[in-house]
C-alpha cells in the first residue's frame, strides 16, 4: 500500500476548498440567515449584498373627501291589501234567523237587506205595547176628569184638601204611565224594525257564518256574526318599513306600489302613519289608500311599495376607503405624513358610496389606495401629489 504524502502548499489548498464548500452548502447558508439575521450571502470570490431601498420606502396613497350630496334614496316596504271598512254583522235582536238574504261575492249597496230574524214574536210584542198605551191614555183621561171634578168641588167646599191632593197625584201618576206605554210601543216598533238587518255602507260579503234555523242573541253576535262585509272600492296597502327611515317620511310622502297579480303599478301616497313602533321587528306601519272602482284588488294581496322621499342633505364617502366589518368601520387619516385610525358609523347607499352617519364631518380627507389595507397606526405614507388638492368622489 502506498501512502499519499501533500506537500504544505498542496495540504492548505485543499483545506481552504473544503472551507469554502461547507460556508457555501445551502444548509450553511439557511442556519446563518436564519440564526443572525443577516441579508443575502454571497457565496465565492467577489460575492457582494445590497440593502433593498424601496421596501423601506413608505407607501403612496392618494386622499378623498367627505362630500354633501342631496341624497333621493327610495324607501321599500312590503306588506298586504286590506279593505277600507270591515264589519261583522250580527243580529240586532234576539231570536231564530229565518232568512239570510246574501252569499259570499255579493256586491250589496247601503241600506240592502242581508238577513232577517223571525219576526212574529215581536208584531205580538208590538200589539202588546200598542194595548197598553190605550190603556194608560184612557186612565190618563179618567185621572184628567177626576181632577177637575175634584178642584170644582174643593172650590164649594164638599171636597177635602187630602181628596184634591189625591186626585192630582193620580193625574201624575197616569201621565207617567203614558209616556212609559209610549217609550214600550217606540221600543217594540223599533225592535220589529231590526229583525231585518241591512248594510251600512256599499260593500261586498266576503264572508257568510250563520244559515237559516240559528237561534242568536246580541250578546253573542259579536263573537258569532251572520256575514262578513267589506267596503272595497277603495283599498289600503298596509306596508311595514324599518324604523330608520321614520324621520325621512310622513303623511303626504308619495309612493308606487306594485300589487301581486296585477301588471300595473298604483301611484299613492302616505295617508295614515302609525305613531306605534312594533318593538320585536322594529318597524312602523304606514297606510296608502288604493281607488279600486272596478274591486279587482282583493283584500290580502301582497304588495311592494317604494316610497320616494323628498331629497335630504347626506355625508358621502368612497366605499373604498372604508375598512372593517359591521359595526367596527374605520378609515385612515393623513397627519404630519402618518396614518391615523379613525372609526366611523357609516351606512350602505349602492356599489361604490357610503353615507357617513358619524365620525367625519364634511370636506375632511381620508386615505385611499391599493395599500390601504395593509396600513397600521401611526404608519408613514406618502400623499400623490394629484390627488392632495381634492376629493375623488363624483356625484
Do not use: W
Amino acid at each position: 500500500m502506498h501512502r499519499v504524502r501533500y506537500r504544505p502548499g498542496v495540504r492548505a489548498g485543499v483545506r481552504a476548498g473544503r472551507a469554502r464548500a461547507i460556508a457555501c452548502s445551502p444548509a450553511t447558508v439557511l442556519v446563518a440567515v436564519f440564526l443572525l439575521g443577516l441579508g443575502p450571502m454571497a457565496c465565492g470570490e467577489g460575492a457582494s449584498s445590497s440593502p433593498d431601498v424601496a421596501a423601506l420606502a413608505p407607501p403612496v396613497l392618494e386622499t378623498t373627501g367627505v362630500v354633501e350630496a342631496n341624497l333621493a334614496e327610495p324607501i321599500l316596504g312590503t306588506g298586504t291589501i286590506a279593505p277600507k271598512k270591515t264589519t261583522n254583522v250580527g243580529p240586532r235582536v234576539d231570536g231564530i234567523i229565518a232568512e239570510v238574504l246574501v252569499d259570499v261575492g255579493d256586491r250589496v249597496k247601503a241600506g240592502d237587506p242581508l238577513f232577517r230574524t223571525r219576526q212574529v214574536d215581536y208584531r205580538i210584542r208590538l200589539q202588546a205595547s200598542e194595548a197598553e198605551l190605550q190603556l194608560a191614555r184612557a186612565e190618563a183621561t179618567k185621572s184628567r176628569n177626576d181632577l177637575e171634578r175634584a178642584r170644582a168641588l174643593h172650590g164649594k167646599r164638599v171636597v177635602s184638601v187630602e181628596q184634591l191632593e189625591g186626585a192630582e197625584t193620580r193625574r201624575k201618576i197616569a201621565l207617567a204611565r203614558v209616556e212609559a206605554a209610549e217609550a214600550a210601543l217606540d221600543r217594540a216598533r223599533q225592535d220589529l224594525q231590526d229583525t231585518v238587518v241591512t248594510a251600512p255602507y256599499d260593500s261586498t260579503i266576503t264572508k257568510r257564518l250563520i244559515d237559516e234555523g240559528a237561534m242568536m242573541r246580541t250578546m253573542m253576535s259579536a263573537g258569532n256574526p251572520v256575514v262578513q262585509i267589506m267596503k272595497i272600492d277603495i283599498v289600503l296597502a298596509i306596508v311595514f318599513v324599518p324604523e330608520v327611515h321614520l324621520p325621512y317620511i310622513g303623511v303626504g310622502t308619495p309612493a308606487r306600489v306594485h300589487i301581486d297579480g296585477l301588471e300595473r303599478e298604483v301611484e299613492s301616497e302616505v295617508s295614515i302613519l302609525n305613531d306605534l313602533v312594533d318593538p320585536r321587528t322594529h318597524t312602523v306601519e304606514i297606510r296608502l289608500p288604493i281607488p279600486n272602482p272596478d274591486l279587482t284588488i282583493k283584500p290580502g294581496l301582497f304588495v311592494k311599495v317604494e316610497l320616494q322621499p323628498n331629497p335630504r342633505v347626506a355625508r358621502v364617502l368612497d366605499r373604498a376607503a372604508v375598512l372593517g366589518f359591521g359595526g367596527e368601520r374605520y378609515v385612515f387619516v393623513a397627519e404630519d405624513s402618518r396614518a391615523v385610525r379613525k372609526s366611523v358609523r357609516v351606512r350602505d347607499l349602492d356599489a361604490s358610496r357610503v353615507e357617513v352617519i358619524n365620525g367625519l364631518e364634511s370636506g375632511e380627507l381620508v386615505l385611499v389606495g391599493p395599500e390601504l389595507a395593509q396600513l397600521t397606526d401611526g404608519a408613514s405614507v406618502q400623499i400623490a401629489p394629484a390627488m392632495a388638492e381634492g376629493s375623488r368622489v363624483d356625484l
